[in-house]
């Protein structure tokens, strides 16, 4: 079965700090691996995504990496501000089908000053 | 400006009152998706598109319908609103299936 978890739920970072999110998918056949961010009440913008090939894409604060082996990805914010407060979406893609993305839980982080 | 617009962006109606979220791009993508989002579930997939007149169904159509008449656009309809549609609507677009996709800002609908 095609699965994307993600964790840990929820975060909460005091600003300036760094924090790793993680997600671990089962799709099959993998194509991409998307991060997305969205703000409570709004649509999810991409930050990343990476090809089976791709193991490491950075996004200016946000870093993304791949472990197509382990099926794992993490991605990292290095210091945090608080407009990072957001939930974090983890969407893996499969190669075949148009019904093809598999979206995660997402992890809610929250930075406070 | 590449956008997805989605209207209304909010919405409050009685049980079957029928209502249409409407949906555009300006990409000229061919892929275009609607998405319902409840807390602790995420984006399930309501249906899809693959191009003008072709759809299908998600991982959850029941209750709902689209049609496809036109490249950009793909609205979303409730013919008889339920109180379990009470959801974030996303609407998303892409152009391919493996490609990044765009998404609205959303629709918050209470069915009451």
């Not at chain 1, 990292?76 to 979406?89: G, K, V």
């Not at chain 2, 590449?2 to 300006?26: D, E, F, M, W």
Request: glycine letters at 6%.
């Amino acid at each position: 079965k095609n699965q994307v978890e993600q964790s840990p739920q929820s975060l909460i970072i005091l600003e300036g700090k760094n924090c790793t999110l993680q997600c671990n998918y089962t799709v099959s056949p993998f194509s991409n691996l998307r991060w997305y961010k969205q703000d409570t009440g709004r649509g999810p913008v991409s930050l990343t995504i990476m090809t089976f090939s791709e193991n490491t894409k950075s996004n200016g604060r946000y870093t993304a990496t791949l472990d197509a082996d382990t099926k794992q990805s993490s991605l990292h914010i290095t210091a945090s501000q608080l407009s990072d407060s957001a939930s974090y979406i983890c969407v893996v893609s499969a190669k075949r089908g148009a019904n093809n993305l598999f979206f995660g839980t997402g992890t809610r982080l929250t930075v406070i000053p | 400006e590449a956008q997805v617009t989605q209207n209304p962006r909010y919405l409050i109606t009685v049980t079957g009152k029928k209502l249409t979220v409407t949906c555009s791009q300006n990409m000229n993508h061919e892929y275009m998706s609607w998405y319902r989002q409840d807390p602790g579930l995420g984006l399930r997939q309501i249906y899809y598109s693959m191009n003008v007149e072709v759809t299908d169904k998600g991982d959850v159509p029941e209750g709902y319908k689209v049609s496809r008449k036109e490249k950009r656009n793909f609205p979303l309809i409730l013919e008889s609103p339920s109180p379990n549609q009470t959801s974030l609507y996303f609407c998303a677009s892409y152009y391919r299936a493996d490609t990044e996709a765009f998404f609205g800002q959303g629709t918050r609908l209470t069915v009451v």
